[in-house]
């Protein structure tokens, strides 16, 4: 018979409260912090730094709402934690434009109106901006033809994004509100 259903009386462990100084550079600008090491990305980004463009949508990386960029790859900066990104280069949505001018994904989705409630837009822009980057790249998804596989390190070229690549390159980001076609044509936009 277990301790337990003696009734033996259990000490809880005690909570450990860890920090650790990382240094970040975020939309350009080199920050050091002190981050609890329970801390993710998203709430450093959010709570730290004022930035909420990326959202906790799903807190399990399965919705793409707090999609950001970190060392030019996308992530879901729900999952990461921040201790673990010492020296990153962290970009969100509010980084990407050049001054007064939008990045041209940011500018074909408002083009495109490629949005309706707005709450997962700035995860999808961030993943369009690295789905474009792994596509010229050269890096496969699911749906690229075994021709048109090139690899990273293949001297061929980028793999070429009709619509059902650009779908299935997105799939890890979520619309609720259906904006799909749009989201498609704004990408589309910007590679031609």
């Known amino acids: 018979?277990?301790?337990?259903?003696?009734?033996?009386?259990?000490?809880?462990?005690?909570?450990?409260?860890?920090?650790?100084?990382?240094?970040?550079?975020?939309?350009?600008?080199?920050?050091?912090?002190?981050?609890?090491?329970?801390?993710?990305?998203?709430?450093?980004?959010?709570?730290s730094f004022g930035l909420t463009g990326a959202k906790k949508g799903c807190d399990h990386g399965?919705?793409?709402a707090c999609t950001v960029l970190?060392?030019?790859?996308?992530?879901?900066?729900?999952?990461?934690?921040?201790?673990?990104?010492?020296?990153?280069?962290?970009?969100?949505?509010?980084?990407?434009?050049?001054?007064?001018?939008?990045?041209?994904?940011?500018?074909?989705?408002?083009?495109?109106?490629?949005?309706q409630c707005g709450f997962c837009t700035p995860g999808q822009i961030c993943s369009a901006v690295g789905m474009l980057r792994e596509a010229a790249d050269g890096h496969p998804s699911h749906v690229t033809g075994p021709d048109d596989a090139t690899g990273p390190d293949d001297a061929t070229g980028p793999v070429a994004l009709d619509a059902a690549e650009i779908r299935e390159r997105m799939s890890g980001n979520?619309?609720?509100?259906?904006?799909?076609?749009?989201?498609?044509?704004?990408?589309?936009?910007v590679i031609e």
């Open 70 to 115: 970190v060392d030019e790859r996308r992530v879901n900066s729900c999952l990461l934690l921040t201790v673990t990104q010492d020296g990153a280069v962290v970009t969100t949505v509010e980084g990407l434009a050049d001054g007064g001018s939008l990045h041209p994904v940011q500018q074909a989705f408002v083009e495109r109106d490629a949005l």
């Open 62 to 64: 399965q919705c793409g």
């Open 1 to 47: 018979m277990d301790s337990l259903a003696l009734g033996a009386d259990l000490e809880p462990e005690p909570v450990v409260d860890e920090h650790s100084t990382v240094t970040l550079f975020v939309n350009g600008e080199e920050t050091t912090l002190t981050v609890d090491h329970r801390a993710t990305v998203l709430e450093t980004l959010r709570e």
């Open 174 to 189: 979520l619309c609720r509100c259906g904006a799909y076609p749009r989201i498609v044509e704004a990408i589309e936009d």
